[in-house]
């Protein structure tokens, strides 16, 4: 017989290294023409640091995406962003890249104040022109003010640099401190169908909340949900390093070693939740790693839920939930199941 | 060494080609190296990973082991001839539009495969997709952006309009689902991964590992296979000129082993030689001599007095505390108590690109092209280990396929960098999905104990984790990851009184360090299955039980951190309820 459950997990996930400075840094240059260049070291693997990264200089900087460009990641040219880990860069480098727009922002500003005869304070830049706040007919292009800038022999050029608020390591006794600037927070929900007779199961769907903060990219975001919602099901379900007794790995290939396939991949549903992070780049917070963390439990619950046994070791297979059912078996049901 | 000792006549991407190959050269081999058709990838030379799929008649096949002479009047598609800049292919748009593309080193395989199934089923179902993608492994996506991008393009090659996000256009920059900036290169198949880049005069490095697991080492001698024609020179620990040791956070772990290896797959040596097979056959006679160690596998093994002692400082690597309020108060004022014993196994990245790396100096400067997670902390280990100041090493992160927290310490960087810095030559390094497996780091497997309290209606009055890891035999960023479940134990409750202790032990396996998650996704499977159980117990259900419990502002952490904004915790269980609530009948 077969047998559907639910099964609920959440987690948080604080961004940063754990109660430690790790700070980063960038450089933001405008240029002549009102396009824009990104200096950072933050190591972009296919997450879409680099894409994240140039939407908050654009978001700062009131320019277009296609405007900007960015470097990443190499030493003699980049400034240091610390590593690409513990879901930081968009949070820790979004806020380096956005400080080094702001000192950019200013200097156009000033200039642009100048000449449109207002206070900077009343100007807005947005879709790559100045205006007065309320009197967009009263404006400039950010092209014109980079312009007249370097006519006064003025560069706009910018540097910023950020880290978390954690500001002393844990107490060594009670572990009591700070040890994140922000977190991040997801509930999961996996459903699942078990048969009663063999203890094989069926990931129906997924459905994963994250709250990210503000997302910069929401399909960058569903991108690192589902990527990191399937990871979660290899993790739960089939993969395993194994060892012979005298240490020598036994599953050194995807022959043996084996991660979920489009064909194992579950229908996915992502909800982004959007609480805005006071101290993280207009709003953001980091989601790379938190999609992986809740999964495994979700499945654990939903295989409780379905069939009432509960797996006590990772992966879950069909062989452990078979050997539970028969134990169960084994005694009569208890009165009213 | 290849002889080149046929000669075959096919085309490439339209293009017809004559040229000798050697006889048990594979197609890949041909594609890559002498054509300089690198957006076929090699993620595992054994068929398995679909990373080096192209088409020959239009079949989808694996590559790395397609023998090149068998191309002999065929006719072989490759990415780069799927598209031009200017005029991508609809798959190739799609993909970007539709973000099925992450770290890029899976895609130009998973292109082509897509490619055959719309040549021969321009109406695919989803299933279908999926039935046809499952050779092709994808680390980052979760396949279903990948789905959702075929199935778009097909529709838009049958001449159908198909929808885009309707979240791309708006005002400001934020909030906008983009195209990934770097997007184009991947689907092209053009973007630069480290095993991608060429450089003339190239020599090559190959490891010779530990066979066991805990030894100490009595004599490499290297004679053998120095007298192999075309070994350039065979390193060990010696032919260092500074620090003997690395570590993210603890300087635990040898470049190469000095006097003792702690697991299989421990580097000894390093040969570097003219070509990539001459130096792994010449690592092959590189022959050392080992006193074999007693050695321990399981960490709560490893922390008795008795076991076999790994470092000199003892297996212990660290002991995490968390102490907040009383514990003994918080189950005296339980109700209800719930326990729970767990066991997470070890796992792997699995990213589909294998490490690579390629060192050469440039003037005053040693540089190194690798994949890499965090350049800058490379860039200081390298500094140190050559006694180099820091401004004249310059690590370049190459196009890199994907990371998952495995490609944040040194893996290979410092063999490439040693050889170039000793042999002044350039020095290139691939690992081979096996080498990968066998020295990458992992996630750390956990053995668990909980306990958790809660008054009658409830509410969470106490929890109480120990927690043991299997750090493996060096520190990397163990001790971050361990550190890091401690504060992550309780998941996102608000309870008064908690206790944890988290120990990170050494044993003679392959090092874990960092991977997605970095010590939390161990922790869910012992804080939610026992929240359901405090709920079913107080009868109150799995959205309920959390409910109550979740964190809100004002709530103080197992750190004792106050929360005060930014916390979406409720609304994340909320949005999931209510889709709940809304499609009930179906269950």
Redesign the interface.
Known sequence: MKRRGRGFSSIYFGMGNTAKPNPASAVVELLEDGSCVVLSGAADLGQGSDTALIQIAAETLGLSVGKVSIKSADTLVTPEAGITSASRQTYVSGNAVRLAGEQVRAILLHQAAAELEANPDDLVIRDDRIFVKGSPNIATAVAEVCQSLRKKGVLTIGSGTFTPPTPEALDPETGAGIPYGAYSYATQMVEVEVDTDTGQFDILRVIAAHDVGNAVNPMGVEGQIEGGVVMGLGYATMEEIVWDDAGRLLTDDFGKYLIPTAADAPPITSLIVEAAEPSGPFGAKGTGEPPACPTAAALINAIFDAVGVDITSLPVTAEKIYTELKKSRSFPAPAGQ | MRMNNRIIEFHVNGQPRRMAVDEDAMLLEVLREDLDLTGTKQG?G?G??GACTVLVNGQPLAACLYPAVKVHGQSVETVEGLGTRNNLHPLQRWFLK??A?????CTPGLLMSAKALLDRFPEPTPAQ???A???????????????EAVLAAAAEIRGKSPAG?T?VEG????????????GIPKVMGAARFAADIKRTGLLWAAMVCS????ATIRRIDAGAALGIEGVTAVLTARDIPGAACHG?VQKDQPFIAVDKVR???EPVAVVIARDERLARRAAEAVNVEYDILP?V?DPREAMKAEAARIHAGGNIMMH?????GNIDEGFARADVIVE?????????H?YIEPEAALAYWEGD?LVVHCC??????Q?QELALMLNLPVSR?????AT??????G??DLLLQHFVALGAYITGRPVKMIWT??ES??SST??HAFYMKYRMGAAANGRLTAAQAEIVGNTGAYAA?GP?VI??S???AL??YDCPHVQ?DAYGVYT???IAS?M???G??Q???C???L??EIGRRCGLS??EI?RLN??RRGSST????V?E?????L???E??AA??DADKGD?
């Open positions: 595992c054994n398995e990973c539709l973000g593309v992450q770290c890029g080193f997709v999926r039935e993608l499952s050779g092709n492994l994808c680390r980052c996506t979760g396949y279903q952006k990948v789905v996000r979240d005002s400001g920059a934020l909030g906008r689902s983009i195209e990934k900036v770097d066979p066991h697991a805990h993210v697991y299989v797959g050695a596998f995490r505390k968390i102490r907040k729970r014993q767990f066991i997470t196994q070890t796992v792997e699995a400067m890499s997670q965090g350049p800058h902390y860039r090493v310059r690590v370049i992160q890199t396929g994907g990371g998952f927290g490609k944040i999905r096996e497996i066998r992992k996630r960023f971050a550190t890091r401690a504060t992550m998941g996102p944890v003679n396996t392959q960092a997605r998650g970095f939390a996704p922790m869910s499977p804080h939610e299955p929240m359901d799995p959205v959390r979740m964190v197992v750190t004792q951190q929360l904004s930014g916390i979406g915790a609304e994340t269980l949005r999931i889709v709940m269950l």
